[in-house]
């Protein structure tokens, strides 16, 4: 009995650390603002319409992402724009000019986010608020 204790005693001490590496917090104010510019503006253009100053040495010009949830029916849809972003969903897509940024954001500590579906999913920090930057876009 005492080893299960001893056990169950640890197994919960590991899962709380886990949580407490997965904060809940929300992304600082001008974050994903700066990350954009920093990442996406030189393809997407300053305000996101698709027309930067690189838009046109790519065969297939640059997304406009002020139309996403547009385009989306109206919703914003922030789990497809976290795995666009990420690149997961484009690895075999040889016809995508755009990098993979997952490895970018990889090292962002991670926080709990709810992308619709009612469970918590643990996120890169950057990653979200560069998605919540192009939330604030949508026309």
Not at 6 to 29: D, E, F, Q, R, Y
Not at 86 to 115: C, I, K, W
Request: charged share 20%.
């Amino acid at each position: 009995m005492r080893v299960n204790a001893i056990i169950g005693l640890s197994a919960g001490a590991a899962l709380a650390l886990l949580l407490a590496a997965c904060a809940t917090t929300v992304p600082a104010p001008n974050r994903g603002k700066a990350l954009y510019e920093g990442y996406c503006a030189a393809c997407h253009g300053p305000g996101g319409k698709g027309d930067g100053v690189l838009a046109g040495d790519w065969k297939t010009p640059p997304a406009d992402l002020t139309g996403i949830a547009a385009r989306n029916g109206g919703p914003f849809p922030l789990a497809q724009v976290l795995s666009q972003i990420d690149g997961y969903t484009r690895r075999n897509d040889r016809h995508s000019a755009m990098p993979e940024m997952g490895q970018v954001f990889q090292d962002s500590p991670t926080v709990l986010v709810d992308t619709g579906d009612g469970i918590e999913t643990p996120v890169p920090e950057a990653l979200l608020a560069l998605a919540d930057y192009l939330r604030e876009l949508q026309e």
